[in-house]
């Protein structure tokens, strides 16, 4: 069982890691850098990535922005989770079937 249940957590945990590297890749590729003119006031005129400019964008004028932000790296807990939680099902469940039989 503890074999099964590392190993569905580790592909939940895998599968959740997706959006985070595609996160950090997309960041990556927005080095230009421009003077930030957001609602943050103590950051106007100053020169910022494009990538750093969008996510206080998200944050400070989206609605709920810091949460989305947030649930990003929460994907691979709850990935590892839902895996984890399919693994203690499935070895029970399968152990009945088999142990009745």
Known sequence: MRSLVLLLSLTGAVVGLLPVILEL???AYFLSEVEYNG????LRGVQTSRAYETSQD???QVRSGLFLR?????????GAALGAVAGIIAYRFGFRLTRGA
């Open 25 to 27: 890749v997309q960041q």
């Open 39 to 42: 609602v943050y006031e103590p």
């Open 58 to 60: 998200i944050s400070f």
């Open 70 to 78: 947030r649930a990003v790296w929460f994907a691979p807990l709850i």
